[in-house]
């Protein structure tokens, strides 16, 4: 399991390079210092791999949360690269930030009162936005 002073110390190399999470997710990390979160999985005997956002605007913990989201969808039978280009990039999104919200409600985490304000704010820019 990664930590996120393991994550800020990561520096490029001159090949692409795979640091992994464990259950198939993974930060990749270009020569040119980006650093991708990404999903590898297995769907109908094929190997594919679902893009979760880039680091460090997509946290370690907000990773792991998208990461469980997509493990969901596979537990149900349903493909997220599929679900992703079927409803589009930004309402892929919006499911996924629901999915942590009602995450956190479940639990009853103590900071879940500020995870669905955050949700509403971003909702609504989204609804201005398009985004």
């Given at each position: 399991m990664l930590t996120e002073s393991e994550l800020?110390?990561?520096?490029?190399?001159?090949?692409?390079r795979k640091v992994t999470d464990g259950r198939g997710l993974y930060l990749l990390v270009t020569p040119r210092g980006g650093r991708w979160w990404r999903f590898a999985y297995r769907f109908a005997q094929k190997g594919k791999t679902l893009a979760l956002g880039t680091y460090p605007d997509v946290p370690l913990e907000r990773a792991r949360a998208r990461h469980e989201f997509a493990r969901d969808l596979l537990a149900h039978g349903i493909d997220p690269s599929?679900?992703?280009r079927t409803l589009g990039k930004y309402a892929f999104v919006a499911e996924m930030r629901d999915?942590?919200?009602?995450?956190?409600l479940e639990s009853n985490n103590l900071d879940a009162h500020r995870a669905r304000d955050r949700h509403e704010q971003r909702k609504d820019s989204v609804d201005r936005t398009g985004r």
């Open positions: 800020r110390a990561l520096k490029p190399v001159r090949y692409l599929a679900l992703k999915w942590e919200v009602s995450q956190a």
